[in-house]
């Protein structure tokens, strides 16, 4: 699945090396996003999810760009 205009794909599911499943409400893993927002894809990502409710497609939270706060940097 790809993402298109101004939305990304995000997982916010996360497995453990020793097998753990945790689940955050605003961070994941972005999996998917326009070419314009790419440098996004395989980063953290923390996005704003106060009172809002975002669409889910399978194990994929679907998250405007706009809503993206930030995300991490690795060196």
């Known amino acids: 699945m790809i993402a298109c205009g101004d939305w990304v794909l995000i997982q916010t599911e996360q497995t453990s090396s020793y097998g753990i499943i945790s689940k955050s409400d605003n961070k994941g893993v972005c999996v998917s996003a326009s070419e314009e927002h790419s440098y996004l894809i395989d980063a953290i990502v923390y996005f ?28």
């Open 48 to 75: 704003d999810n106060t009172g809002t409710q975002y669409q889910k497609v399978g194990d994929l939270t679907v998250v405007p760009f706009a809503r993206v706060y930030c995300f991490e940097v690795v060196e």
